[in-house]
Every structure is written in structure tokens, then in C-alpha cells.
């Protein structure tokens, strides 16, 4: 019975300081309060106040006693009210309380730590609680490792794609003279063209200026004889005349030809045809009778005697025919050869092989890079399995020699319609050109991280729909709210903050009666890229989660997973016995 009394009193013994070890798993006394990574702070003898104002020695160590301003010395007490006590926690989540909660009765720690002097029962209950916290860090850590993975090809395509855009930049440049120098010489060219067509338009004036004065002056010459249809139609209707009559009016033609020059000398002034009939008409008259004279005479008035002249051979006029053609095509070459003269020196300048040598002197020693940036589409797009760009270069360059050919001849019209559009259309792939080197200078000029983890978010934009609203974001440019069709700029892009952990957006449109708009973007690992949780926590100031692959990194993993390491490995004893 003894023995049975015995093993019953060590069995309630042990039950009892089991049940005691689960209240609490207590560090020495000294080390109360500290943090792990502060342990090493406290292992001198003599201790300075963290505020450098004092000294104490170990055993000022949680005496109970404020030694630092700033409650270096006591870190487990509630002796000092600037300091701060620890909570180990172990199994749950770490935290730190003010040293003034420290023994006031109330379980702050979840493993009991903060009410070691017994006047509250606080059970350890780290274990259990921490048991969500724990698995959401699993969580946490998987999504870090999958997202750790996705980064990795994220950033190596970031790279490539900023090393093809900065030899696409070198590359653009290059083509940028080059082409510079043929717009140039086609606009010479064009000038040129546009100079002989000038010339040309203005002789052509000028010859029609003469012979609308020479028919003018022919008109007044002849204007006399468009009375004559009056005497014609009356010759007409009295047509049995006398014979007397027709010579009456033979007479008079002959006196109206007079009275109208006014002179002798009608023959200096009147046209040589009419000269010629009116001789042809004063040798023929003698033997003619009446009626064959009033024909003759009508004959003169209606023309039909000087339409048989014409149809009949003349040398003498074709002699003067071939005398005037002479004479212009003279005069045209004079002028021509005047022009041509003018633009020798010119035309000399754009032979075959100079113009060569000045390709292969640019393209010469240009090396394209490997896998280089397709950095223009259009031009691919208009022409399907078109040539290399130099080869278009050399074309091009060939088609200036043989334009420049016409010079040699009156201005070809096609001819000079094709330099114009192969101007136009070099004008305007250089316009692209000079567009696109814009546009990817101000795009390279920023900073995308330390490996250019973010140059993918360049050109991107992000959205989140939250009530009435749609958040944009687009990172290097801008960000805003829209509702309905209205918009407000919450911010233009400033900078990363916080090691690359933060996009900073300000200067946005202005509050009534506030400041000006911003927002921060806070990023947090993910295994897509999404924007979420948009809030305004002070007025026109805004803050928003976007996460993103390219924000797990390793060393945040490492973090994670010692934490939890941390979290498992100081579980109570007592849940095993228990």
C-alpha cells in the first residue's frame, strides 16, 4: 500500500510540472526582451546605452532599474518607459510590446513571456495559433519559388530585348545619315528638275505670247476684208448682173485694199499669200469674160483660190518652212545648251562610280549585330520579301544616276515624276527612321533595375476596376482614374522608391482645396502580372498592390523559409507529452 501511495505522489508530481512547462518556455532571466538578433549586443561586460549617452555593466541587466534613457538596459522589465520587450512567440508569429505591458497582468505574448512573475496564468498558445499563420507563410514560400523561376526568364528576356533595342538605336542611326545624304542629293536633283521645268513653262509662254501678238496683228491686218461677204451676198443674189457690175466691184476691192493700208507699199505689209493671189488675179483677168471675172473675184473673198494655191508645190515656201524650223530648233537647242552648261559641274558630281564609292564608304565597315531588333515593320509590311535595307540604299542610289540622264534632252515628264516620288518616299522613310531613334532614346534613357528587370513593363499598362472606377497604371508614363469618359491623372511616373520595391507617381491633376494627386505602388511577388487593392488612406493621396513575378527574388525566399524554419522548431514539448 506504501508503494502504491509512492508512485501516486511522483506521477501527480510530474503531471503538475508538465502542466506548469506549458504555460511558458522562459529564456534566462537576462536575456528577457531581447531580440535574437540583438543577443550578441548584450554578451560585453560593459554595455553601452544604444544612444550612446551611457554605460552599464551585466549585472545592471534587468534589474529592474532605468540605467538608459532609451531603455537599453532594460529590455525585460517595465522599469523604463522608452523600451521594448521581445516576444519570442516560438511556433506563431514574433512581435514587440512596450516594456510598459510588461507584468500588467494581461497576456500580450502568446507564449506568456511578458507575464513571467506568476500574478497571471498565460498558457503558451503559440502552437495553435500560429498554425494559420504558418500555413499561409507555406503558401508565401511557394508562390516565392514559382515566382523565383518565372523572374528568371522575365529578366533574361528584359536583357536581350534591351540589348537588341540599343543596337537597333546604333544601327538606326547610321541608316539615319546615310539616308540623309540621299534626301539630300534628290532634292537637289528634284530642284533641278523643277528649275527646267520652269524654263521650259516660260519659254513656252513666251513663244505663246508671240504668236498670239502675230495673230493678233494679222487679225487687224485682215480686219478690212471681213466686209467683204456683204458685197459677196449681194454679188450673190443679183446674180444677172452686168458684167459691169463685177468689174465695178473688182474696182472697188482694189481701192478698199488701198484706202485701208493707206500706202503703196502693200505688199511690205500685207501677208505674202495675199500678195501672191492678188498678182495671180491681175495676171489672169485679161482674157477672161464677165461671168469667169465675177467668179475669179468671188473666188478671192471665199478663200478657195488660196486653198488651190496651198494644195499646189512651192518650193519657195518649203524652202522658208524648212528655213523656220531651222531657226527654232535652234534657238531650243541654244537654250537647252545654255542650261546644260549651268549644271555640268553638277551633273559630273553624281557619275556611277562616285556614287558607289560613297555607299560603300558608309556601309563599309557598318557590322550589323546578331539577331538584331526587326525595327521597322512598316517597311516589311510594304514590301513582302523585299531586299536588305542597303540593298534598297544601293538601288536607290542607282536610280539617281539614271535619272540625272535627262538633262541631256528636254525635261521627260515620267522621268521627272519618278525622282519626285523616289524623293517623297525616302523623305518619308526617313521621317520613320528619325521617329523611331526618338522614340527608343527616350525609352532607353530610363532606369529599369539592376538587371532591367522592369523593361518589359515599359510600353504596358495595368488595370484594376474597383466601384465606379478604373485604375490605369502605366509605369514610366502615367497613372490615372477613369469614370465614364472622364479621366483624372493621378500622378506622372518620378521614380522606383524603396529598392525598386515601389513606383512613385506624382504631380497629378490638383485636389479642390488639396494638393496635387499621387500614388505609390507598392509591389509584392505574384506569380502574373495584376494591379489590385487601389486605396485613398489620406485625401489625394493614393496607394495600390501589383504583383508581379519580377519582385520575387531569392534572398526574399531565404527570408521566408527561416522564418519558418524558426516557427517549427521551438514547439512546445508539452503537445508531444500531451
Known amino acids: 500500500m506504501r508503494t502504491h501511495r509512492i508512485r501516486v505522489s511522483i506521477a501527480i508530481s510530474c503531471f503538475c510540472l508538465l502542466w506548469i512547462g506549458g504555460f511558458t518556455s522562459l529564456p534566462p532571466r537576462e536575456l528577457l526582451g531581447i531580440a535574437p538578433r540583438d543577443e550578441g549586443y548584450y554578451k560585453s561586460d560593459v554595455i553601452k546605452c544604444k544612444d550612446g549617452s551611457k554605460k552599464f555593466t551585466k549585472q545592471q541587466l534587468n534589474d529592474e532599474f532605468c540605467d538608459c534613457p532609451d531603455g537599453t538596459d532594460e529590455p525585460g522589465t517595465s522599469a523604463c518607459p522608452e523600451g521594448e520587450f521581445y516576444c519570442r512567440n516560438a511556433g506563431h508569429i514574433p512581435r514587440t510590446i512596450f516594456s510598459s505591458r510588461v507584468n500588467d497582468g494581461v497576456c500580450d505574448c502568446c507564449d506568456g513571456s511578458d507575464e513571467y512573475d506568476g500574478y497571471a496564468n498565460c498558457p503558451n498558445t503559440c502552437w495553435e495559433a500560429g498554425k494559420a499563420a504558418r500555413e499561409k507563410l507555406k503558401k508565401r514560400i511557394a508562390t516565392h519559388q514559382d515566382g523565383l523561376a518565372i523572374r528568371k526568364q522575365k529578366v533574361e528576356k528584359a536583357k536581350q530585348a534591351f540589348a537588341e533595342d540599343e543596337a537597333e538605336l546604333l544601327k538606326l542611326k547610321n541608316e539615319e545619315k546615310i539616308l540623309k545624304r540621299l534626301v539630300e542629293k534628290l532634292r537637289e536633283h528634284k530642284e533641278r528638275i523643277e528649275k527646267a521645268e520652269e524654263e521650259e513653262r516660260l519659254r513656252k509662254e513666251m513663244e505663246e505670247k508671240k504668236q498670239r501678238e502675230a495673230e493678233r496683228e494679222s487679225t487687224e491686218q485682215n480686219k478690212p476684208s471681213e466686209e467683204s461677204p456683204q458685197y459677196q451676198s449681194e454679188g450673190t443674189q443679183d446674180a444677172p448682173m452686168e458684167m459691169n457690175s463685177q468689174k465695178q466691184v473688182a474696182d472697188n ?321 508539452t503537445h508531444d507529452e500531451l
Request: proline share 3%; hydrophobic share 25%; charged share 35%.
Open 253 to 573: 476691192h482694189g481701192e478698199s485694199i488701198t484706202s485701208a493700208h493707206g500706202s503703196d507699199d502693200v505688199n511690205n505689209e500685207i501677208p505674202s499669200g495675199h500678195a501672191a493671189d492678188q498678182e495671180h488675179i491681175s495676171e489672169n483677168t485679161e482674157g477672161l469674160s464677165r461671168e469667169e471675172l465675177g467668179r475669179l473675184v468671188a473666188s478671192r473673198w471665199t478663200g478657195e483660190l488660196t486653198e488651190e494655191r496651198t494644195n499646189e508645190p512651192n518650193d519657195a515656201n518649203g524652202e522658208q518652212e524648212q528655213q523656220n524650223q531651222d531657226f527654232s530648233d535652234s534657238a531650243e537647242e541654244e537654250n537647252y545648251d545654255s542650261y546644260n552648261s549651268d549644271n555640268d559641274e553638277d551633273r559630273h558630281k553624281f557619275d556611277d562610280d562616285d556614287i558607289q564609292d560613297v555607299a560603300a564608304e558608309e556601309y563599309g565597315n557598318h557590322v550589323e549585330p546578331d539577331g538584331s531588333y526587326d525595327h521597322d515593320k512598316d517597311y516589311k509590311s510594304e514590301f513582302p520579301g523585299s531586299p536588305s535595307w542597303l540593298d534598297k540604299i544601293k538601288q536607290k542610289v542607282q536610280n539617281i544616276i539614271q535619272a540625272f540622264s535627262f538633262f541631256k534632252s528636254p525635261v521627260d515628264l515620267s522621268e521627272a515624276s519618278r525622282v519626285k516620288e523616289e524623293y517623297d518616299d525616302a523623305s518619308s522613310k526617313l521621317s520613320k527612321i528619325q521617329s523611331r531613334i526618338s522614340g527608343l532614346s527616350e525609352k532607353l534613357k530610363h532606369d529599369f533595375g539592376k538587371e532591367k528587370d522592369f523593361y518589359s513593363f515599359y510600353d504596358r499598362c495595368f488595370e484594376y476596376e474597383q466601384n465606379k472606377y478604373i485604375y490605369k497604371v502605366c509605369p514610366f508614363k502615367k497613372a490615372s482614374q477613369v469614370e465614364g469618359h472622364s479621366s483624372t491623372q493621378l500622378g506622372r511616373w518620378e521614380n522606383f522608391d524603396e529598392s525598386y520595391r515601389v513606383l512613385q507617381f506624382s504631380n497629378g491633376d490638383k485636389c479642390w482645396n488639396g494638393p496635387d494627386r499621387s500614388l505609390k505602388v507598392r509591389l509584392r511577388c505574384g506569380l502574373k502580372d495584376e494591379l489590385a487593392d487601389v486605396d485613398e488612406p489620406s485625401r489625394c493621396e493614393y496607394v495600390a498592390i501589383l504583383s508581379t513575378p519580377i519582385i520575387c527574388l531569392e534572398e526574399k525566399l531565404k527570408e521566408l523559409q527561416q522564418k519558418l524554419e524558426d516557427m517549427n522548431k521551438r514547439q512546445p514539448s
